[in-house]
């Protein structure tokens, strides 16, 4: 079975930093992965898509990137409405999801 | 537009079974597989399993097999999970949610408590 590990797990930023979420599986997945925000109380909001491809509608600051076992999430420059619980999921065979990642504000 | 509307917060005992449905509108019903998703509280997503709502045929996790049952009614649009053997630490909020990601039911709070 393939495993993910998202890290890390939880992240405390300033408005304006750059934030970035890794998210590891254990095997090849190729780019069958997507990022996820999730604010308390809603469902998640799909952000990226096939790795890289940024979902209609989401502000530009969101990116993705990486293939087969490493990938990164990148916020380029952080907003007080962008904390949230983010998580990726590989769909490369059966879905799974990362351990997600707590961003706050310092 | 796509529109998943689930029912309404169920509480139940130990032991006993529960039946979630995901009204679907605004594309082809028949056209996606349907997921399920579920978020203890406090926790991360976990998935459950999905229906090809065409066929019929479905995949689960292993954590939930022999326990989960997911099923469609294509005359309305509608999938359903329903978990059964219930126990407390399957209190979550459970999800449905279109193949794509993109598209997500409001969730369905499932308490378990004697």
């Known amino acids: 079975d393939i495993q993910m590990t998202q890290s890390p797990s939880s992240l405390s930023a300033s408005v304006g930093d750059r934030v970035t979420i890794t998210c590891q599986a254990s095997q090849d997945i190729s780019n069958y992965l997507n990022w996820y925000q999730q604010k308390p109380g809603k469902a998640p909001k799909l952000l990226i898509y096939?790795?890289?491809n940024l979902e209609t509608g989401v502000p530009s600051r969101f990116s993705g990137s990486g293939s087969g076992t490493d990938f990164t999430f990148t916020i380029s420059s952080l907003q007080p409405e962008d904390i949230a619980t983010y998580y990726c999921q590989q769909y490369d065979n059966l879905p799974l999801f990362g351990q997600g990642t707590r961003l706050e504000i310092k | 537009q796509v529109q998943l509307v689930q029912s309404g917060a169920e509480v139940k005992k130990p032991g006993a079974s529960v039946k979630v449905s995901c009204k679907a509108s605004g594309y082809t019903f028949t056209g996606y597989y349907m997921h399920w998703v579920r978020q203890a509280p406090g926790q991360g997503l976990e998935w459950m399993g999905r229906i090809n709502p065409n066929s019929g045929g479905t995949n689960y996790a292993q954590k939930f097999q022999g326990r989960v049952t997911m099923t469609r009614d294509t005359s309305i649009s509608t999938a359903y999970m329903e978990l059964s053997r219930l126990r407390s630490d399957d209190t979550a909020v459970y999800y449905c949610?279109?193949?794509?990601?993109?598209?997500w039911g409001q969730g369905t709070l499932v308490t378990v408590s004697s």
């Open positions: 949610a279109r193949e794509g990601w993109g598209n």
């Open positions: 096939d790795a890289s």
